[in-house]
């Protein structure tokens, strides 16, 4: 659901399903990369909606910030054998991928 609503521009309904998450950590850097392929469309389709490409910039950002403060509170609140584990473990809901794969696909970061 959290996917569903970055892209039907419902910010505040995926940042509600973000909160409620199984898997937060996977969850914000997964949306995080829709918003930015979004903006990567959004310039490619040259509709240049200075506005549209803003408020996608700024969704993406939230979204990488959340996760970042979320790996950064997990650091400090954890062992570090458990934090490592936080970021490793295969997760079954993401094709069991671990949020250090999910990150390191693909257009990941193009900001």
Request: aromatic share 10%; net charge negative.
């Amino acid at each position: 659901m959290t996917m569903y609503s970055a892209l039907a521009d419902c910010q505040s309904m995926a940042l509600l399903f973000w909160e409620n998450a199984k898997t937060p950590m996977a969850t914000g850097l997964v949306v995080h990369k829709i918003y930015m392929f979004l903006d990567k469309m959004e310039s490619k389709w040259a509709r240049m909606d200075e506005e549209m490409t803003e408020k996608l910039e700024n969704a993406a950002h939230e979204f990488e910030m959340l996760s970042c403060g979320l790996l950064t509170a997990c650091y400090h609140n954890y062992d570090k054998s458990e934090w490592i584990n936080i970021l490793t473990v295969k997760m079954k809901d993401w094709g069991y991928l671990s949020c250090l794969t999910l990150q390191a696909s693909p257009g990941a970061r193009t900001s």
